[in-house]
């Protein structure tokens, strides 16, 4: 089985940055995908951004050019560097990995951007 745990959330002020971590854990040799969500209060969760195995990226339109998504394949972490926060970005963060095990999420960080 896989385990995630994310960090690196908080409350910021609006224009500030954050930068989240989640790193997994567990019997994995194999890590394709990973990626970010957010769900925001009364929403339905979204994506956010995604890292092939490769190092390609995606990103929804509303945070490009302000976030970016790396990875540590040798850490098995994923990152979400943060920049020029907006309200609007307030949510809860998801990490999610496609592993040998399958698809898994971690438990949620919330981020909160003061205007």
């Known amino acids: 089985q896989v385990q995630l745990v994310e960090s690196g959330g908080g409350l910021v002020q609006a224009g500030g940055s954050l930068n989240l971590s989640c790193a997994a854990s567990?019997?994995?040799?194999?890590?394709?995908?990973m990626a970010w969500y957010r769900q925001a209060p009364g929403k339905q969760r979204e994506f956010v951004a995604h890292?092939?195995?490769?190092?390609?990226?995606n990103y929804a339109g509303s945070v490009k050019s302000r976030f970016t998504i790396s990875r540590d394949n040798a850490k098995n972490t994923v990152y979400l560097q943060m920049n020029s926060l907006k309200p609007e970005d307030t949510a809860v963060y998801y990490c999610?990995?496609?592993?040998?095990?399958?698809?898994?999420w971690g438990q949620g960080t919330q981020v909160t951007v003061s205007s």
């Open positions: 999610y990995m496609f592993t040998n095990w399958g698809s898994s």
């Open positions: 567990g019997s994995i040799f194999r890590i394709n995908t």
């Open positions: 890292i092939t195995s490769t190092g390609s990226t």
